[in-house]
């Protein structure tokens, strides 16, 4: 059973950095797309960034340029660094594994394309 958990959120104000840290279990090497989502309140749940197990990375537009996704495989974890936040950027972001979308034309940022969930850090950027 995949579980994973989400650490790093914080309070910043607007041009500062967060590292948020994604610790998985039960997940195996070769495991595809892992991915960040975040979820602003009254706001539908979209992917930030995410990596494919052989490095591949995808951002979302509003990510390009700001935020880093990295992964370590022999430690199991999922990172985001986030700079230059923007009180926009203030949501729950959830980390993602279990990758059961399409593999034709993948879809990574899609979140129905994932199975496993964790319950969310959250990140509050102020103006």
């Known amino acids: 059973q995949v579980q994973l958990t989400e650490s790093g959120g914080g309070s910043v104000q607007s041009g500062g950095s967060l590292r948020l840290s994604c610790a998985a279990s039960?997940?195996?090497?070769?495991?595809?797309?892992m991915a960040w989502f975040r979820q602003a309140p009254g706001k539908q749940r979209e992917g930030v960034a995410a990596?494919?197990?052989?490095?591949?990375?995808i951002y979302a537009t509003s990510a390009k340029g700001r935020f880093a996704i990295s992964q370590d495989n022999d430690k199991n974890t999922l990172d985001l660094q986030m700079n230059g936040l923007k009180p926009e950027d203030t949501a729950m972001y959830s980390c993602?594994?279990?990758?059961?979308?399409?593999?034709?034309?993948?879809?990574?940022?899609?979140?129905?394309?994932?199975?496993?969930w964790g319950q969310g850090t959250q990140v509050t950027v102020s103006s």
């Open positions: 993602a594994a279990t990758y059961v979308g399409r593999w034709w034309d993948p879809q990574p940022l899609v979140a129905n394309s994932y199975a496993s």
């Open positions: 039960g997940i195996t090497r070769g495991r595809g797309w």
């Open positions: 990596i494919h197990s052989d490095g591949r990375t």
